[in-house]
């Protein structure tokens, strides 16, 4: 069989497995015209489902700022930050996101993904260990293992299991790392953060966290944490990823995390915009609040926990249940993407709701209606156990 066509069976034999399991994935178009509104397949829906917390995406104030970026700097930055790609506009964003996380220094990295890849492995070697919350971010797991440090994983949120891996294994390793997210972005619940750093402190160990989810709309209380990671993807509406730290640390990134040596700066208007959605979070903290006040709304109309972030699970067990209420909620003009295995461990499929700040209230309780009425009868009764 030439090499092509054993390729090309290959490749259909794995996407056929993944169909049988409801878990093959597709693009589909998605012309967003307005801050919540899709267009898919021609059905305009208001989304449930993007990261864009605070619509900064679409915001007039934010575009003007990345347009006059791009026409003072130009579309892209031309190389790496360590050769002639580090643009003015680089220094005033580190700055201000310092400043917002109470440290000395910060970097930028082309995005939150290529953050994570860089920082653990200059950061953790082989005669490392490092502790790692069981729902971490694919991207902390990936930069985890390109580290070649020892791994262990910790039972979700257990500051209990965590303390018994280093009581067992710190001393035997030179420098320890616990790493977690803030906002777990499938489960939207917040890291014990203060403890752990407590913790991390009793065992001589670093915390690293990953503020990709909270950044803008949760508040956080980690100024004493000494690796604050995150993105600028989110609720910022721009693109990107930051570390938080102090100034030799910074330094060390510049020097060592391979994803911010041989990768192109950002270009200038990605970083204008980042700069202006900053400026107008701190402008308008009641704006920024809204997220979280409407998915504690939802919360609270359907007898859920209430919602520590804007996002909220409803598990609904196998992955063909998830695809089905998902289905049901586009039917009826809504768009929540149905998260399925491998993002999510197999029998923990999902509707994940994301709520915005200008999601009309009418709306949420129009979805929160179709909820009980439409999708709660489609949960396994195990599943229910878990929402």
């Known amino acids: ?98 400043a917002l996380k109470g440290t000395q220094a910060a970097t930028v990295f082309g995005s939150g993904y290529l953050a994570n890849v860089g920082i653990i492995p200059a950061l953790a070697g082989k005669s490392d260990l490092l502790l790692v919350d069981e729902l971490a971010h694919a991207c902390i797991w990936a930069g985890a293992t390109l580290s070649g440090a020892r791994v262990l994983r910790f039972a979700h949120n257990s500051l209990t299991h965590a303390a018994e891996l280093l009581a067992a294994h710190r001393l035997e390793h030179q420098h320890a790392l616990i790493i977690t997210d803030h906002v777990f972005s499938m489960d939207g619940d917040l890291a014990p953060v203060a403890a752990l750093q407590n913790l991390a402190t009793q065992h001589d160990a670093w915390l690293m966290t990953d503020d990709a989810h909270g950044l803008g709309v949760v508040k956080s209380s980690s100024h004493d944490v000494p690796l604050q990671m995150g993105t600028l993807s989110k609720a910022i509406g721009a693109y990107g990823g930051y570390l938080c730290a102090s100034r030799p640390v910074i330094d060390l990134i510049r020097n060592r995390a391979r994803s911010f040596v041989y990768s192109t700066g950002l270009p200038p208007g990605t970083i204008g915009a980042a700069i202006a959605s900053l400026d107008l979070i701190a402008r308008e903290p009641d704006y920024a609040a809204r997220p979280l006040a409407l998915a504690r709304r939802f919360t609270s109309a359907l007898g859920l926990p209430e919602a520590q972030s804007p996002i909220v699970p409803l598990i609904l067990g196998p992955a063909a249940a998830a695809l089905a209420a998902s289905q049901k909620l586009a039917d009826a003009g809504f768009l929540v993407a149905a998260i399925r295995p491998p993002t999510v461990a197999p029998g923990t499929s999902r509707l994940r709701f994301t709520f915005t700040a200008q999601h009309p209230v009418a709306e949420v309780d129009r979805l929160t209606a179709l909820i009980r009425t439409q999708i709660r009868p489609l949960i396994t009764l195990d599943a229910a156990t878990r929402t």
Request: include cysteine.
């Open 1 to 98: 069989m030439p090499a092509i066509a054993s390729l090309n069976a290959f490749a259909s034999a794995k996407l056929a497995a993944l169909e049988a399991q409801s878990l093959r994935r597709q693009l589909t178009e998605s012309r967003r015209d307005e801050a919540m509104w899709i267009t898919r397949n021609g059905k305009r829906l208001l989304s449930f489902s993007c990261n864009d917390y605070l619509n900064l995406t679409q915001h007039p104030e934010i575009i003007a700022a990345s347009v006059a970026a791009t026409q003072r700097w130009g579309v892209g930055s031309g190389g790496s930050r360590l050769v002639t790609g580090n643009h003015v506009l680089f220094d005033a964003l580190e700055t201000k996101l310092a």
